[in-house]
């Protein structure tokens, strides 16, 4: 049995749906979810999809990843742009990680346009909202089926 794909959402992600929908889109958090579960399950795979608004909290999970997860997926969401403590977990997984954003942060300010995460990502999807989780999905899927 494959381990799950560890979905790591950081701040405001809960809010998604309320929170600027002209940028972040109206799709909800627990939604997008849904959408990733069922996703991974058509390959065969699982997803641990989790939220926090604590840093703490991701770097905990991050390493926790590290025994319990197959691949990450994270979106980091503010933090992206400023924890060299989520860079330096992310760094110590060991395994496939992907970044996500659902907006696309080379569009909007300057202070978006620098991620820490993206220096241990394996590859970063943003500005396809809730999209961008699935594709995220589908090459892991592809990525841990091996050669
Ligand atoms: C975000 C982009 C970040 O710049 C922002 O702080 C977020 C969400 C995104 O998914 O587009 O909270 O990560």
């Known amino acids: 049995m494959v381990k799950p794909i560890y979905v790591l959402n950081g701040p405001n992600l809960n809010l998604l749906g309320e929170r600027e929908p002209e940028v972040y889109g109206r799709t909800t958090l627990g939604e997008i979810g849904e959408m990733a579960a069922e996703r991974a399950k ?9 939220q926090t608004n604590s840093e703490a909290d991701l770097i905990g999970w991050l390493q926790e990843a590290r025994q319990k997860a197959s691949a990450v997926i994270i979106n980091a969401a503010g933090l992206s742009h400023t924890s060299v403590a989520v860079l330096d977990a992310a760094r110590a997984l060991g395994k496939p990680l992907i970044e996500v954003h659902l907006s696309n942060p080379y569009a909007r300010e300057e202070y978006r346009r620098h991620s820490f995460v993206s220096e241990a990502a394996t590859g970063v999807i943003c500005g396809l909202g809730a999209e961008g989780y699935l594709f995220a999905i589908d090459h892991l899927a592809r990525l841990l089926e091996g050669p």
Request: charged share 20%; proline share 0%; no cysteine.
């Open 42 to 50: 058509s390959h065969g795979l699982s997803v641990e999809f989790r």
